[in-house]
């Protein structure tokens, strides 16, 4: 069952089809389903070297696309391995996306028991840093309401995800916090490359230390706000501040980035706990963590 109410399921049997019949050099490799999953794709190990990406929402379609366009320029540009694809594959009569191969990439999700949290935080605030210096010319502008774009395309739905979350948060408090984000100028100077999504899970460290960076389906030109979130959302409140340290010595980002920066965390925070509050309860909770964090930062905890 798909945690989308528009989404589709992607069966084992199917994938191995799709396989076989596209990729016939891989159809001896072993295929079976990765148990960690995102909110856009299912993934399939195939053989020990390998993952077929499987978009499962129609806003994930064009992702296969972007990754073979853009993470090859971007590649040797930044001090982590990257997921670049290593084949496309098309749609059939029973699966409507283009999807992926890319390599299968060595390492485990951040915890306190596999790196230091301010080792993490310096080589994560490192990553931002020299993506964001990438020559953007010729990138994909974000746009509407997508992370990059100015945070008041999320208003009314952010609006609309705390009423809906009832008494499940302080909405009061919730509201405040968004419409302080809210008061922060748009971005006014050239747009930058942003990953758009770095949480833990699309994170990998190796050896103690930051490996690869993953799941680039936000990816694209513009604030540079959306990737200031690991201060909130993915760092120990005590190592946080070691990457706003390092993002500001090497970026110079002023309070405005830092505000948007805010708000680029609290939007997806707030508008997926009512989201997935049946369907998938550790993003929920995970919501509701980083809506701590906010209110904490700002003092309306």
Known sequence: MSIHADGID????????????????????PLRPVAEFGTDHALYRLGDDL?????????AADQADSDATWLPRLVNHVPVTLPVPVAL????AAYPFRWSVAPWLPGQTPTADNVDPFVLAEELAGFVADLHAVDATGGPLKTGSSRGAPIRGWDESVRSAIVEAGDRIDGPAALRAWEH??????????????HGDLLAGNLLVDGG????????GAL???DPGPDLTPYWSTLSVEAAGRFREVVDERCGYDDAVWRRGRGCTLA????????Y????????????????????????G
Do not use: N
Not at 12 to 26: E, I, K, M, N, Y
Not at 89 to 92: D, L, M, N, R
Not at 277 to 300: H, K, N, S, Y
């Open 277 to 300: 509050w049946d369907t998938v309860p550790a993003f929920a909770q995970r919501g509701l963590r980083t809506l701590e964090r906010v209110l904490a930062d700002l003092g309306l």
């Open 209 to 216: 230390h930051l490996s690869a960076v993953i799941d680039f």
């Open 220 to 222: 694209g030109v513009g």
């Open 89 to 92: 594959g098309e749609p059939s």
């Open 10 to 29: 992607v069966p084992l049997g199917l994938v191995r089809d799709l396989v076989d019949a596209q990729f016939p050099q891989w159809a001896d490799l």
């Open 181 to 194: 984000c809210l008061e922060a100028p748009d971005h006014a100077g050239d747009p930058v490359w942003i």
């Open 268 to 275: 997806p925070a707030l508008t997926g706990i009512p989201y």
């Open 51 to 59: 993952v077929a990406r499987m978009p499962i929402i129609g806003w």
